[in-house]
C-alpha cells in the first residue's frame, strides 16, 4: 500500500499487536441486476470478497427500495459492498 500513497499515514491503536505475517490485500466486487416488472422494480445485488485472492464470502440479495435510475441502484449496491467490508476488517480486527 506504500508504493500507491506513499503520504498516508495509519492511525494505529497503541494497544494493539504487532502484526504477526504478511499484509491480505482485500478485494470487493459488487454489481447489480436492474429491477423488472415481476421484482416490483427492485434491483439485485451482487457481492463477492475476495482476501488475499481468495473468495471468502457473497452476497446476492434483494434491494429494499425501487430506484429510478441506474445510479441509485449501484449506489445502495456500494454502501452495502462498504458494510461487508467493514464487517470483514473487524472480524479480521478482532482475531488478534
Known amino acids: 500500500?506504500?508504493?500507491e500513497y506513499p503520504d498516508v499515514v495509519e492511525d494505529l491503536?497503541?494497544?494493539?499487536p504487532e502484526p504477526r505475517g504478511k499484509d491480505i490485500k482485500t478485494t470487493c466486487f459488487f454489481d447489480v441486476a436492474l429491477g423488472t416488472p415481476e421484482t416490483k422494480g427492485r434491483?439485485?445485488?451482487?457481492?463477492?470478497?475476495?482476501?488475499?485472492?481468495?473468495?471468502?464470502?457473497y452476497i446476492s440479495r434483494r434491494q429494499g427500495t425501487a430506484e429510478g435510475s441506474t445510479y441509485g441502484s449501484e449506489y445502495i449496491a456500494g454502501?452495502?459492498?462498504?458494510?461487508?467490508?467493514?464487517t470483514l476488517w473487524g472480524a479480521n480486527y478482532?482475531?488478534?
Open 13 to 16: 491503536d497503541p494497544k494493539a
Open 43 to 57: 434491483g439485485h445485488t451482487g457481492i463477492i470478497l475476495f482476501a488475499g485472492g481468495t473468495p471468502v464470502t
Open 1 to 3: 500500500m506504500k508504493e
Open 94 to 96: 478482532m482475531v488478534w
Open 79 to 86: 454502501c452495502q459492498s462498504i458494510e461487508e467490508v467493514m
